[in-house]
């Protein structure tokens, strides 16, 4: 695992995403189309911003599924992260080929369906965060370090329905749904290469026990310690607990 800090978050999205189009610009170049996963949340504006107008990037030759989505919700729902990656990725990108994750119908048909497409061939890059209590895609501690199922479905907890409520998504703890669709952990750790954003002080702690207590299901972005390719951007808000300094291009593995 490596970490970046930056001196702020369009920094630190300006950064991962000039690196996240390097390794899809690989990825092309050596197989003729790529495949990724991505991320949505507050934590992800900088970042795919920069990322969409990177130049040189085949967007047609992009094959993209995504993290998470909540069981219940509305496609047309302003937290639905279907809705989020249509207008702030798909669409603006060009990207033919995707799998969005129908978490309003029968939910354990939908992570059959993805989940075998996902696991099918090997994906080159995953765009990830860290929530609040350390989550990893939906995954909340303790997070389950063992299934090999791609995607699950989820109870989420307190902590992470009261994030999405602070960021704005939703008016109140009860308008967050209770489940989730989610990618597993084992799933992301297949990805050849994983680009964690990870900007913002109510990230600070997390990023801390994360980043620098031994890897844990009750912590569980600590697993990325683990990945080989996983680089982890924070901003200098998000890196202000750290106890050892976040460089530039600080590597660490465990």
């Known amino acids: 695992m490596k970490i970046q800090c930056h001196p702020d978050k369009v920094a630190l999205g300006q950064a991962a995403a000039a690196d996240a189009a390097d390794l899809i610009q690989q990825a092309i170049a050596a197989r003729g189309r790529a495949r990724i996963i991505a991320a949505t949340g ?5 970042f795919l911003a920069a990322l969409v107008p990177q130049p040189g990037i ?5 094959e993209m599924f995504h993290l998470d989505e909540y069981v219940g919700l509305p496609a047309a729902h302003p937290a639905s992260f279907r809705k989020y990656l249509l ?8 990207i033919t080929r995707h799998h969005l994750l129908d978490g309003e119908r029968e939910p354990e048909r939908t ?22 209590n350390g989550h990893l895609a939906f995954n909340d501690p303790p997070a389950d370090f063992t299934t090999e199922a791609p995607y699950l479905i989820v109870q989420l907890d307190e902590a992470c329905r009261r994030q999405q409520v602070g960021e704005g998504w939703f008016a109140t703890l009860d308008d967050v749904p209770q489940r989730a669709i989610s990618l597993s952990i084992r799933q992301l750790l297949k990805a050849t290469a994983i680009v ?3 900007p913002d002080a109510r990230k600070a702690e997390a990023v801390r026990r994360c980043l620098e207590e031994p890897v844990s299901p009750l912590a569980p972005a600590s697993i990325l310690q683990t990945h080989p390719r996983a680089t982890v951007y924070l901003d200098r808000a998000s ?7 976040a460089g530039r291009d600080q590597t660490t593995m465990r």
């Open 111 to 132: 992570c059959r369906e993805v989940g075998a497409a996902l696991a099918a061939e090997p994906i080159d890059v995953a765009f990830a965060g860290i929530g609040e």
């Open 87 to 94: 207008e702030r990725l798909i669409r603006p990108a060009g």
């Open 42 to 46: 507050a934590s992800q504006f900088e």
């Open 239 to 245: 890196s202000s607990r750290l106890t050892r300094p």
């Open 196 to 198: 964690c954003v990870v």
């Open 58 to 62: 085949a967007w047609d030759r992009v």
